[in-house]
């Protein structure tokens, strides 16, 4: 089992920044590929970014390419998510999520892949 803890939400303004934290225990983090989702009301939890074990392996939705950067800190086993240039359309539950992966260059877009939540932390973007 891999338990994971979300950090870092709040309501932040439009063009502000905001980092995400998302802390694991209970396995060696090193072994997991990472990912965030975001969830807002009324829709589906939707991909956002992925990191493979090894970091310089990363992907990003479209909406959010540019803006925001996916990072891991295998020492403190946490994966980070730093948001720049955030819009109001941001706003949302935000989610990590742990696979266990052999593959080092191996990441997860669909959230069918996870075996492992967060709990979520909330992000909202006021105008």
């Known amino acids: 089992q891999v338990q994971l803890v979300e950090s870092g939400g709040g309501t932040v303004q439009a063009g502000g920044s905001q980092t995400l934290s998302c802390a694991a225990s209970g396995r060696t983090f090193s072994n997991y590929a990472m990912g965030w989702f975001r969830q807002a009301p009324g829709k589906e939890r939707e991909f956002i970014a992925a990191i493979a074990r090894i970091s310089t392996r990363t992907v990003y939705a479209d909406s959010v390419r540019g803006r925001f950067t996916i990072s891991r800190d295998n020492a403190k086993n946490t994966v980070y998510l730093q948001m720049n240039s955030l819009k109001p359309e941001d706003t949302a539950v935000y989610f990590c999520?742990?696979?266990?992966?052999?593959?080092?260059?191996?990441?997860?877009?669909?959230?069918?892949?996870?075996?492992?939540w967060g709990q979520g932390t909330q992000v909202t973007i006021s105008a």
């Open positions: 999520a742990a696979v266990e992966r052999v593959n080092l260059f191996t990441y997860e877009t669909s959230k069918t892949n996870y075996d492992y």
